[in-house]
């Protein structure tokens, strides 16, 4: 018998496989049987596939036509609560055409902070909550990587 | 002339397409890759492959001098350029004509002409083709653009003058918010074509995307190969096309198509060619607008292959060659109902924002009556330089419906993870009632947008499946870390006191 949590953006779930491979999902048991690599058939029906694949410790379900990513918590861990305070991130590699702000401004949520230029496309960075400009971390023309602060706000 | 040996002046499903039209036709295919691309699938699908630059597209896939020295260098006698990139782009024709090339494609005039949105506007006014109402100011200041957008009349469309693709581009409703709108679609167009003039136009209510496949050859012979509507966009760009278009009567599919085979000879077209209208109202009394004419093969040419049963891109080659057209008007008939789905690599709960990443998993679905052209294979990775169009499905069935069935049945195959994609997305749109019941316009996904990009709550199931995949304890640490490198340190924490 083993337990593993799963976790999305809305809540936890925890799971328990018993020693004969039998899947309950918070006490329920569900039908889930190992088919193949990445590959595992749900449910009572026949035929019915999920695709599974793995990322570190984040899992990529698809089933039915949906998406759905999950991450494993891991003992010891400590509980991931999105980037660091109030620092926003460029969420894909890009480079930066604009500032639109100085340390120490007042920003209000949904304020645009920063433009990215990014597969031709233009892409806002907003706040995402009302505060002060605390740090900059880019200039017009820096390339960035996904993930790297680009304004810290409080 | 038959052609010896073809560059293939793209990349990605559209390369391997091209490709393969080279195989079937006993025509040689040479590849151009650029360091991002050495590992892609397009570089195999070629006889020959060349080495052409730096990942920006600006350094390789969009360098004119790099692409004709590795045609002429690799013995190449034509270049087809495909779409996007450099296809309509009439110096990169001139260029390849100049070397001694056979540009797959129209005349480097050509594709001047209807490549600025004024010359081709007057031309298909000429040619008695309707048109929406627009203007490109001469005083291209904030000022200036207001101005004309008062005198078109609100709300207005602001674009590149110079491209499409929907980049540099802006719906503007009031003069209040005009400013910051204009400004950020001057940089685009800017960035993307290198002329940042803006055009504005009427925005046109609720309007449809129909869109004519044209065909010329050079003895003077021009046929239409019917419509595609393609009124399922997101960001101006397309995502789901059809043929044939619930929007058209036959009385108007008859004057649409007269109208583009009218623009085609006015434009003295060669080569294939697709004249886009807007579409409002319904019925005979619909109106439709000259749009824009892209003066190359399309992303969804597929479509129109389906349900004429032709090869477009073979008969690329067969006009390009100084042959005449393999078909005449009388030739070709719609037959059933054809869909395409572009796959592409977005995050659409996100602004449909672009991704980039591995394919951990990349399945595609075997089923009767569909096609699949992709340019990725399971195990490679997109990069975050071009187009993250990852495959289109095309569907073809007896009737609308069962296209739709038998397409909503193949998204559902074909597994895709590791990277965020929109084929929820496209499953959602597929199923939603009003796309079945063809209540079509090009606000679709903005209209339906909380139906179609809701977050669903994981069934158990998909967790069971996820849980299965966790190795015991033990040796739960060894599986490899396939994640972009990335920068937040918890993503890279392994295990604690071991």
């Known amino acids: 018998m083993r337990t593993v949590i799963l976790r999305d953006d809305q809540r936890e779930r925890r799971v328990s496989i018993d020693d004969n491979g039998r899947v309950s999902v918070d006490d329920v048991p569900i039908p889930a049987i190992d088919l193949s690599p990445g590959v595992v058939r749900v449910g009572d029906g026949p035929g019915r596939l999920a695709w599974v694949a793995a990322a570190g410790d984040v899992r990529w379900v698809h089933l039915d036509g949906e998406v759905y990513e999950f991450e494993v918590e891991r003992a010891g861990a400590r509980r991931r609560k999105g980037a660091a305070h109030g620092s926003l991130s460029a969420p894909m590699p890009g480079t930066v055409v604009r500032v639109d702000v100085a340390p120490g401004a007042t920003v209000r949520r949904g304020d645009t902070l920063v433009i990215l230029e990014a597969m031709k496309m233009e892409l806002p960075i907003r706040a995402t909550s009302d505060g002060v400009v605390k740090a900059l971390h880019c200039r017009p023309g820096d390339l960035v990587q996904p993930g790297v602060p680009l304004v810290d706000v409080e | 002339m038959t052609l010896g040996r073809v560059l293939i002046a793209n990349r990605g499903e559209i390369a391997i397409r091209i490709a393969r039209a080279c195989r079937e036709s006993a025509i040689e295919s040479v590849a151009v890759y650029s360091e991002a691309d050495r590992d892609s699938a397009h570089v195999r699908a070629a006889d020959l492959a060349v080495a052409i630059g730096a990942a920006a597209p600006a ?330 169009l990852l495959a289109k499905v095309t569907a073809l069935a007896e009737s609308r419906p069962a296209a739709i069935a038998r397409m909503a049945a193949a998204l559902r195959a074909f597994p895709i993870l590791g990277i965020r994609t929109n084929l929820p997305f496209l499953i959602r749109v597929l199923e939603h009632p009003d796309f079945g019941a063809a209540h079509l316009h090009t606000g679709f996904i903005d209209e339906h947008a909380e139906a179609l990009l809701t977050p669903r709550e994981p069934p158990p199931e998909a967790v069971a499946a996820a849980a299965l995949s966790v190795p015991p304890v033990r040796s739960a640490y060894s599986d490899s870390s396939s994640s972009p490198a990335g920068a937040d340190p918890w993503a890279t924490i392994k295990a604690w006191g071991r």
């Open chain 2, 59 to 388: 350094q390789s896939y969009l360098s004119i001098p790099t692409i004709v020295a590795a045609a002429r260098s690799s013995g190449c006698d034509a270049v087809h350029p495909g779409y996007g990139f450099l296809s309509e782009n009439a110096a990169f024709a001139r260029a390849c004509t100049d070397a001694g090339l056979i540009f797959v494609g129209p005349p480097a005039e050509v594709i001047e002409h209807m490549g600025s949105k004024v010359a081709a506007r007057e031309l298909m006014m000429q040619a008695g083709v309707p048109v929406v109402p627009g203007v490109t100011p001469a005083d291209q200041t904030d000022h200036g653009i207001l101005t004309a957008a008062e005198q078109v009349g609100f709300p207005v469309l602001v674009k590149a003058s110079a491209g499409g693709g929907g980049k540099g581009m802006r719906v503007v409703r009031d003069a209040a918010s005009a400013a910051g709108l204009v400004g950020a679609a001057r940089r685009e167009a800017a960035a993307a074509f290198a002329d940042g003039t803006l055009y504005v136009e009427r925005l046109i209510d609720r309007p449809r995307h129909v869109e004519i496949q044209v065909f010329g050859d050079s003895h003077g012979h021009v046929v239409q190969l019917f419509e595609r509507e393609c009124s399922i966009q997101r960001r101006h760009q397309k995502v789901i096309e059809e043929s044939p278009s619930t929007a058209l009567t036959p009385r108007l599919r008859n004057a649409m198509g007269e109208a583009a085979v009218a623009a085609a000879r006015a434009a003295r077209y060669v080569n294939a060619g697709t004249i886009e209208f807007l579409v409002e109202g319904a019925g005979d009394s619909a109106r439709f607008y000259f749009l824009e004419m892209n003066t190359r093969l399309q992303v969804e040419h597929p479509v129109t292959e389906a349900v004429t049963g032709v090869d477009l891109v073979r008969a690329q080659f067969t006009v390009a060659s100084g042959a005449e057209l393999p078909w005449t008007q009388s030739d070709l008939t719609q037959r059933g109902h054809a869909i395409e789905c572009r796959v592409y690599a977005e995050d659409p709960a996100n602004g449909f924002l672009p991704q980039a990443g591995p394919l951990l998993l990349y399945r595609e679905p075997r089923t009767p009556g569909v096609r699949i052209d992709s340019g990725v294979v399971e195990g490679g990775s997109v990069p975050v330089n071009y187009d993250p």
